[in-house]
C-alpha cells in the first residue's frame, strides 16, 4: 500500500483541519475517512500522538467536554499555516494522488479476486457437473461475480470524484494563497510610502534613516551613511517583502513596526546618536505617529 501521506504532512494537515472547527480526535479520523471517500482511515495510534505533539508546540490547546478532549488551533497554529500555504496546496494535490494510488490497488486486487473467482466458479462447475443442485449453486456463484464487479465499479467512480475535488481545492488554494500575499505586499508599501513622505519632508538624521531604508530622498544624510543611504534605496521597494502575510492586519502591521524599530535601533548603535539627535527624532516620530492616527482613523 504506497503511503497516504509523505514524512510531516499529516502534522499540517491536521492544522488545516482544526482551523476549520474545534474537534475531537475520533472526528478528526472521521473526517479523514471521509475526505478519502473510505479508502483510508488512520488508527487512533497515527492520530492521537501527532494531536499531542502539536500541543506541547503549542500550535493546539484542548479542553474538556463530555469527557472528551477537543482540540482548537492557537494563534500560532494559524500563523504556521499562513506561512505554509504553498505547501499546503501541494498537500491537496498530494491527497489527490494517494487517493488515486489507492483506487488503483483496489481496483488492481479486485481484478485479481474477480479472475480466481471466475477459476474457482470453472473448476466448480465441472467438478459438480453430474451433481444434483449444479444450476442453482453456479446461479450464486454468479450473483458473487456481479456483486464484486458492482464494488469495483463504485470504488472507481468514488476515486475519480475524489481526485477531482482534491484538484479542485488544490486549485482554489494556491489562488487564495497568491491573492493574500498580493494584498499584504501593496498594503506594506503603502505605509512605506506615507512613512517615507512623512521623514522626508520633516528631514534631519531621522529623516536620512527613513530614506535609506525606505527608498526615498534623504535629507541631512551624514557622510559616513552615503554608502548606506544608496544601498537602502536599491531594496527599498521589496523592503520587508520577506514578512508573509499572516492572515491577521493587526499581527502584521505588530510585525513591519518591529522590523522597522529594529532598523533604526541598529543604525543608531552602529553610527553613534547624541542627545540633539534624539530629540529631534522624537519630533519625527511624533510626525509620524499623527500621520498613521490618521492613516488608521475611520474614514466616511
Known amino acids: 500500500m504506497p503511503p497516504v501521506f509523505a514524512h510531516g504532512r499529516l502534522r499540517l494537515y491536521l492544522l488545516k483541519l482544526l482551523d476549520e472547527a474545534p474537534r475531537h480526535g475520533y472526528e478528526v479520523i472521521r473526517l479523514l475517512e471521509e475526505r478519502f471517500q473510505g479508502l483510508y482511515a488512520p488508527s487512533a495510534g497515527t492520530v492521537y500522538p501527532r494531536l499531542s505533539k502539536l500541543e506541547a508546540e503549542g500550535l493546539v490547546t484542548h479542553a474538556t467536554e463530555g469527557g472528551r478532549k477537543v482540540y482548537s488551533i492557537t494563534?500560532?497554529?494559524?500563523?504556521?499555516?499562513?506561512?505554509?500555504?504553498?505547501?499546503?496546496?501541494?498537500?491537496?494535490?498530494?491527497?489527490?494522488?494517494?487517493?488515486t494510488e489507492l483506487a488503483a490497488e483496489i481496483r488492481s486486487d479486485v481484478r485479481g479476486a474477480a479472475g480466481d473467482l471466475r477459476r474457482?466458479?470453472?473448476?466448480?462447475?465441472?467438478?459438480?457437473?453430474?451433481?444434483?443442485?449444479?444450476?442453482?449453486?453456479?446461479?450464486?456463484?454468479?450473483?458473487?461475480?456481479?456483486?464484486?464487479?458492482q464494488e469495483w465499479k463504485e470504488q472507481a467512480r468514488r476515486a475519480k470524484d475524489e481526485s477531482r475535488r482534491a484538484r479542485e481545492e488544490a486549485q482554489a488554494a494556491r489562488r487564495q494563497?497568491?491573492?493574500?500575499?498580493?494584498?499584504?505586499?501593496?498594503?506594506?508599501?503603502?505605509?512605506?510610502?506615507?512613512?517615507?513622505?512623512?521623514?522626508?519632508?520633516?528631514?534631519?538624521?531621522?529623516?536620512?534613516?527613513?530614506?535609506?531604508?525606505?527608498?526615498?530622498?534623504?535629507?541631512?544624510?551624514?557622510?559616513?551613511?552615503?554608502?548606506?543611504?544608496?544601498?537602502?534605496?536599491?531594496?527599498?521597494?521589496?523592503?520587508?517583502?520577506?514578512?508573509?502575510?499572516?492572515?491577521?492586519?493587526?499581527?502584521?502591521?505588530?510585525?513591519?513596526?518591529d522590523r522597522f524599530r529594529d532598523e533604526v535601533r541598529d543604525a543608531a548603535r552602529d553610527r553613534g546618536v547624541s542627545a540633539a539627535q534624539v530629540a529631534e527624532a522624537r519630533d519625527h516620530l511624533a510626525a509620524a505617529a499623527a500621520r498613521l492616527g490618521t492613516t488608521f482613523a475611520p474614514r466616511p
Open 75 to 99: 494563534e500560532a497554529g494559524r500563523a504556521e499555516l499562513a506561512d505554509r500555504s504553498g505547501e499546503l496546496a501541494d498537500l491537496e494535490l498530494e491527497i489527490r494522488d494517494s487517493v
Open 120 to 149: 474457482e466458479l470453472r473448476a466448480a462447475a465441472t467438478a459438480s457437473a453430474t451433481q444434483v443442485g449444479e444450476e442453482d449453486s453456479w446461479k450464486a456463484a454468479k450473483e458473487e461475480l456481479r456483486k464484486a464487479r
Open 177 to 257: 494563497a497568491k491573492e493574500a500575499q498580493d494584498r499584504a505586499r501593496e498594503e506594506v508599501q503603502r505605509i512605506a510610502g506615507q512613512l517615507q513622505e512623512q521623514f522626508a519632508r520633516s528631514g534631519g538624521v531621522l529623516g536620512s534613516l527613513a530614506g535609506a531604508w525606505l527608498g526615498g530622498p534623504a535629507t541631512a544624510t551624514p557622510p559616513a551613511a552615503d554608502a548606506d543611504a544608496d544601498a537602502g534605496a536599491d531594496r527599498a521597494p521589496g523592503w520587508a517583502a520577506d514578512l508573509a502575510p499572516t492572515g491577521d492586519p493587526a499581527r502584521d502591521l505588530d510585525r513591519l513596526l
